[in-house]
């Protein structure tokens, strides 16, 4: 059992952001990584959208590790992440908050681009459970959403990271984001552009 441990996964359509990933991870992380393949890694859902494996993932590696930490692999690590364990708390999911949705939708939303976690919370199993019950929801994040019915469930099991270990890009746009970014979220389809731009030089 490992004391702390990162991971990430990917897919047939990621797959060629791995290497960019891996390089910037590398360059700024002295603690292990675990990838996972999420075309071949099973997970007990009917969803063809492999990024809802993300929690079963979540699960595995609890068993591999005291500590653990999901990073998106469109997320270009640009600092040592690895200070993000020190803000896990027990039975609770550590994740920044995802200030651009939060404005527009009127309420307080995380976003699951970067989860840190010890143990195997209640929460992590619940969100997994929920996702094999899932046929509305876009994504796990919206799926997590979903189970915060209210503020105190969402204290109860959510415990805020630094945005610095989670900028996303339209925190740029909204001139929201935090002076000493850690983790860059390239999202969506204009994020990858962005990815692609750093690959190719």
Not at 29 to 53: C, E, G, M, T
Not at 161 to 180: M, Q
């Amino acid at each position: 059992m490992m004391k702390k441990l990162f991971i990430t996964g990917f897919d047939q359509s990621s797959s060629w952001m791995y290497d960019w990933f891996m390089e910037n991870f590398l360059k700024h992380s002295k603690l292990p990584i675990h990838v996972y393949d999420f075309d071949k890694f099973q997970a007990p859902i009917n969803d063809q959208r492999n990024w809802f494996k993300k929690p079963f993932a979540m699960l595995n590696a609890a068993t591999k590790a005291e500590k653990v930490c999901w990073i998106d692999i469109d997320c270009h690590v640009k600092a040592s992440p690895d200070k993000i364990f020190n803000f896990t708390s027990k039975n609770q999911l550590t994740m920044a908050e995802d200030r651009p949705w939060t404005t527009r939708r009127g309420q307080k939303w995380h976003n699951s681009g970067v989860v840190a976690f010890q143990g195997e919370p209640r929460i992590l199993q619940e969100w997994a459970f929920k996702i094999t019950l899932n046929e509305t929801e876009t994504g796990d994040q919206e799926v997590l959403h979903s189970m915060m019915t209210d503020d105190l469930k969402r204290l109860t099991y959510i415990t805020d990271l630094p945005r610095e270990y989670n900028t996303l890009r339209i925190d740029l746009l909204d001139s929201t984001a935090p002076k000493d970014i850690k983790i860059m979220h390239w999202t969506g389809g204009k994020g990858k552009e962005v990815i692609r731009g750093m690959i190719n030089g």
